[in-house]
């Protein structure tokens, strides 16, 4: 067994603590990464507090992962120790459904093996995640990362990236289209980098006029105050994508009227209450509401690839360990720029 230091979440009413745990060898197709750094999502937030159900307890968060390879099982094939590499929100998948088989391994049939509070198949053992030193994970379910790129925004990538980027490029999002982002966050930000890069027209839509100058740094091409009714009466009928990124209860119809004929929402946020969609918004205009969950192995390695060509990274706030209560705090705030990233050199 490989004993291991993380920072867990005990219950859901107090603060993460200290945690020590032991992961077992390295399989024949399995690796082991030291961890490097580790990004905070708002899921791991949600999770270690119940919001979204069962929590097995304690609960080590983590699933945007980066970290170099420091053991490697008898059969790997595709990974070699000292190799950079990444690992995401899942760590395995039934592989023989119809999503797995496509590569979509996110809509599993009989759900993913989530990177935390999980189980693995054929043990049972908890899947503990990215913030620890160390994780094992079967080389099939591993990124490649580039050394190209600065680590410490690239581990955002493994899910504020692939959430934006999987469905800007399912819907083939790119030069001639009009795209809003709702919400400038560590989704939203993520969501106006591709989408310019893809060589869309880029509106950001947010109700804080202080949003303007970030999302322009950003590569924004406009800025629209959404608070301002003048401002959203002007842009009726603009945009053939808006990429809903809010996860606060928000009033959907008013945004779906921004979309153009056969224009489509994507969503990516998720509010804690059930939406309301007056379907009349969506009949008189033939538009659309999709949600997206995150990507595939496949895809997520092409995101990856993708950046490294193209120079993409996430804007991150390095942190120790000991930070990461603080963080939440901060997160539950809104005051973060726009990912919160813990070198895990701290925790050792």
């Not at 219950?11 to 992961?23: G, M, Q, S, V």
């Not at 989530?114 to 198949?121: D, F, I």
Request: aromatic share 8%; with cysteine; hydrophobic share 40%.
């Amino acid at each position: 067994m490989i004993p291991v230091k993380a920072y867990a979440a005990y219950d859901a009413e107090n603060p993460l603590k200290p945690y020590t745990f032991e992961r077992k060898e390295v399989g024949a197709h399995q690796v082991q990464i030291e961890i490097l750094y580790s990004g905070v999502c708002h899921s791991d937030i949600h999770t270690a507090k119940g919001d979204w159900g069962p929590v097995d307890y304690p609960l080590v968060p983590g699933h945007e992962i980066v970290g170099r390879i420091v053991a490697v099982g008898s059969e790997v094939s595709k990974f070699k120790v000292g190799e950079l590499a990444g690992v995401g929100c899942f760590v395995d998948s039934c592989r023989v459904c119809p999503s797995c088989k496509s590569g979509e391994e996110q809509f599993c049939d009989e759900g993913m093996t989530g990177t935390y509070n999980s189980v693995e198949r054929g043990t049972n053992i908890p899947t503990r995640g990215g913030y620890s030193t160390s994780i094992i994970v079967d080389e099939s379910y591993t990124l490649h990362v580039s050394e190209k790129l600065d680590i410490k925004g690239v581990a955002p990538l493994l899910c504020a990236g692939i959430t934006t980027y999987s469905p800007l490029r399912y819907l083939k999002v790119g030069k001639g289209h009009k795209v809003g982002v709702l919400g400038l966050g560590g989704l939203g930000h993520m969501a106006v980098k591709f989408a310019v890069s893809f060589g869309a027209e880029v509106t950001m839509l947010s109700h804080s006029p202080s949003k303007e100058a970030d999302a322009k740094k950003l590569g924004a091409h406009k800025f629209a105050l959404t608070s301002d009714p003048a401002t959203m009466e002007s842009l009726a009928n603009s945009f053939d994508f808006i990429l809903n990124t809010v996860s606060a209860k928000h009033d959907h119809n008013a945004y779906l009227n921004l979309l153009t004929t056969n224009g489509t929402m994507i969503v990516v946020g998720a509010p804690p209450a059930p939406a309301e969609i007056p379907v009349f918004t969506l009949i008189m205009k033939r538009r659309s509401i999709i949600g997206s969950l995150i990507g595939g192995i496949k895809e997520t390695q092409e995101m990856l690839d993708y950046c490294a060509e193209h120079n993409i990274t996430s804007d991150v706030e390095i942190i120790d360990m000991a930070y990461i209560n603080e963080a939440y705090d901060r997160m539950n705030r809104s005051d973060v720029k726009y990912r919160f990233v813990i070198d895990m050199a701290s925790l050792k």
